[in-house]
């Protein structure tokens, strides 16, 4: 339903899909005779698509919003011939759409779209059923083209990895144009309307190759034909499109020849037996993105294990929407390494085992350590890419079977200090709202989040809302990546400093009478202990120690409070901090004083690295809590688990992930199971970790390859990917998400949660569960925030957020009523600022941050297996300042050495104004282990949650002598010129000379939905 915002505007929820313009009043209209129920505003089409009333609409797309540009929606509008998308809804409209006028405006305008495409259906790989353009035919009822078809005169252009555009094909609709310039957000992409001939251009005529296109696939997503299609698609869909070139077009010349004798109808109608016969070999099925936290939900079409697409369109947090991993980032499925069978540690090499030796072999070692040291001398590591179904049984074999609270997930590395000060002051440590949410606030603020890259279609929303004039963006960070770019404000504190500023501009709020008092009097506590604790966070000190001009904290401060509706949005630069806990709190408190939890467009934002660290965490992979974040020595929590697992859960914290490294060297911890994580160099102090692992005396390793971490096992378990098997995925919005089978596990490898069962069966406990819905069933039982969770509620592209009550209510939106303390209010908290512990000195001179690139994630272990994404992004690199590479004589390609306290590793420079004065980053995905940027961090970290403060690292740069080529290579986007416009443009198209509305009328309506017809309105 709709909300009224700020402006007077009212903005619609999308179920699915980008957030889209304005809509208001229920009114009637009356379509071919029948009245209808609509909305004030909305695109006239979209009453007639409730109604079921067939209607051409080649250009339109429901998440894209009215681009007019095919003429084929011709239908009457009180008497006159006009677009029924680009029509915004008045009250007592009659429409017509079958009157002789209409059908000919209709026929017409798609004789113009098929005079620029070539309809070869039966030998073309987007046959499917689902063509735009080949289905509108069958709604006109057409059999003769008038207008024959006509080359534009163009090559294809092949130079993306990825996709192709075929000017000969493209019917220039747009759509490409719109989800490229106002979906995405990457403004790549526009049509010289101009021209003689027009065509979509890429950066304004690049080849794709060498322009500024992501590869999200947004375009390819929309296309309504084969204009632009995955190359993955290419001779493989179609039965006789795999046919040699000369072969392909003579069945072309075939085709035609019969079209110019027969009509369409018989070509048509082969075309269609032909399509349907793909059905029998083309597997469809949804999954959920294994990469971020977004929770991009889709369609994989395969044949066999080939990936012939992705195809997004129903997926709750992204729509139509995807990035380039989720698009195309696959390759690693299939690729020739993969672990297909046990490895067992044989001296100083590995040898095959069957499933059974390693197994048994596993239980045997356990049982033993055990039994000669304790429980507590074994320890687990739960994947945050693995299903929650999975992590669920991490947790409950490291409790039930073995006994021990030693369980952690990798949201140690990043996620921790966020949770934790979300818990200490509004009692659920996740997302407070969904990303249509953040699209509908009117101020959204990031800090310490390159959100553009690490949550890319997150970052659309945020990019789009701003595009269109709905939201203010304001960003904090030391970096100026792609959104600090965009951004309204960009601000670079001092590194590690945020806190200050959050408290400074909190004290400025409150002393200033500026806070929402309402709020603060009914819904929150400790007001009086908060004040005293920012006390001397005046706006001079914040001044100093931040870097930040007082002037500009104090117009942010008037600005968050007298803002309608405020988002903040961080990651791991505040929680990679000695301080990440208390700055997470920080945020919070701010948005607390200022009213902006539990309504529309409010709220806090941690956004979720992995595609389930959130599941993970939930799942009770933590040492301290058990499913939904139940305390282990809460007394209900341990009576359920009594009652279900027939145990007593312990009391005492377990170790954490850094406490078992340093357990491990002090011979406390004896052994460990880890599962789908690169620990050893993703933790922090790389070279410290591989100490510890090599101090263990047994480390199984469960993983797709043979990784770096894999080095160390003693047994290796080859796991089934994400594609391969069924469970759920919780996204950053604590959105629950199926996975289905898109093809059965690799030849010798097993999903995770079958290889948990079988040790623990061979360790007595016959867990007994025959398909992942029954884990979930358990986790129900056990765990009140899950207690309506289900598969069958969550069948397709159904989702639960969570808290979910036993009768499948589910809360996208926290806190509207109540905050989760037992008297319903927030705490504010009284939290400390921890500056940085090593900041640079004279030995280690420079600041040293690290984090994720676009193409890449987290160390790359899948990405660097997508050769396509290789080619555009091969390596690693550190990105130099300009000021410093003019102060040291650096060049892009020359080799460094950086050196901290803790390691040394060996760089190619990018010099790029994306950093700063003294500041370097290094992307945290390396192709070589030895040069991982986790070689140079160091074992401090969070006071209160032990996450290691990455971004607290100073190093050394020494020169070296050689000189490469720029380690980011000319294809790559970064480089590209994006051509930014409002959108399609179609004006510039009815501008044309040539240019006259389908059956000789104008399209009237001066009110239309974008401003883009003018003229004559129907009732004039
Ligand atoms: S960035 Fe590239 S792939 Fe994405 S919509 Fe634009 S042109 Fe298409
Ligand atoms: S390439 Fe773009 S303009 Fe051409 S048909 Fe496809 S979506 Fe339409
Ligand atoms: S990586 Fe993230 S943003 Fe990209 S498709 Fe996957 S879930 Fe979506
Ligand atoms: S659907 Fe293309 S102009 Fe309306």
Redesign the pocket.
Known sequence: MGHRDVTGEDVIRATVGPTRAARGAQVAVTVDGVERVAWLGEPLIEVINRAQVPLAQVCYHEQLGPIQSCDTCAVEIDGVVGRACGTPVRAGLTVRTQTNAARAAQRDAYDRVVANHDLYCTVCDNNNGNCTVHNTLGVLGIDHQTRPFQPKGFPKDESNPFYR?DPDQ????????EACQNVQVNETLS?NWEAEQPR?LWDGGKPIGESSCVSCGH?IT????N??QEKSMLGEAGLFTGIPLPVWNAAIDVVKGVEASSGLKPIMNVSEIESAARDRYIKKTKTVCTYCGVGCSFDVWTDERHILKVEPAHGHANGISTCVKGKFGWDYVNSTDRLTSPLIRDGDRFREASWDEALDLIAWRFGEIREQHGPDALAFVASSKASNEEAFLVQKFARQVIGTNNVDNCSRYCQSPASKGLSLTVGIGGDSGTIQDIENASLVITVGSNTAESHPVLATRIKRSQKLGRTHVIVFDIREHELARRADEFHRPNPGTDFVWLAAVSKFILDNGLEDRDFLRERVSGLDEFRESIRDFTLEYAERETGLKAATLVALARQIASQERVCILWAMGVTQQCGGTDTSAAISNLLLITGNYGRLGTGAYPLRGHNNVQGASDMGAQPDAVSGYQKIDDPLAVQRHEREWGVTLRPERGLDNTQMIDAALDGRLKALWLTGEEMSLTDANANHLQEGFEALEFLVVQDLYFTNTARFADVILPAAASLEKEGTFTNTERRIQRLYEVMPPLKGTKPDWQIYMGVADRMGYRWGYTHPAQIMDEIARLTPHFAGVSYDRLEGYETLCWPVAEDGTDQPLLYTERFNFPDGKARLHAGEYRPRQHAPDATFDLHLNSGRMLEHFHEGNMTFRVPGITEKTPDSFVEVSPELAAERGIQSGQWVRLVSEYGAVRLQALVTGRVSGHQLFVPMNARKAEDAVNRLTGSHGDATVNTPAYKDTRVRLELLHDVGPNPLPASNPRWGHPTPQAGVEVERKWARPDYVFPGGLLPLHGDSLNARTDGLGADD
């Open positions: 555009y493209c019917i220039l609709c747009g759509r490409c144009v049509i979509v375009c929309v296309c309504p034909c204009a632009l």
